[in-house]
């Protein structure tokens, strides 16, 4: 039991985390429409102090603008929820179709086995080897060599 709520948290952080990111960043931006509202053209002055305190009280403030229904955090906070699922549904989709997601390789490259290795690359025999061999080097060098050979063995 315990090991499959832990393989749930592991599984579900990713997403929690970016619900709770948006959750925030939702307030932070109520909160800075708020100021602008409030302060209008001294609103560069005020605006660092308000941040802060944005910031470093997203609790407070989060609950503070939901009490006071406050629109601009609703429809944010809301747009967060679907996004969430819309990028967690996208991730698993896409780790799904990876062909490689699990089998620790890189791209599509796989190792061969012997018999593959084999039959690919060594399946000529020794009639077609010759005859290969024999169309690739012209006439003229193998009779250059054979003659080198000859001298070679009549010197010693």
């Known amino acids: 039991m315990k090991s499959k709520l832990l393989n749930a948290v592991k599984a579900s952080w990713p997403y929690l985390l970016t619900l709770i990111i948006g959750l925030y960043l939702a307030e932070i931006l109520a909160g800075s429409v708020m100021a602008l509202s409030r302060y209008k053209l001294t609103f560069a002055d005020h605006m660092p102090t308000i ?32 996004y969430t699922i819309y990028f967690s549904l996208k991730r698993k989709s896409k780790h799904k179709a990876w062909k490689t997601a699990d089998t620790e390789t890189h791209g599509s490259a796989t190792w061969g086995d012997l018999k593959e290795l084999s039959d690919h690359y060594f399946s000529i025999n020794t009639k077609d080897l010759k005859t290969a061999f024999n169309n690739s ?19 010693k």
């Open 137 to 155: 080097i012209a006439t003229e060098i193998l009779e250059a060599l054979t003659q080198q050979e000859v001298q070679s063995k009549t010197d």
């Open 51 to 82: 941040l802060k305190q944005l910031a470093l009280h997203p609790w407070h403030y989060y609950n503070l603008y939901l009490g006071q229904k406050n629109p601009v955090l609703i429809i944010v906070s809301v747009a967060v929820i679907p």
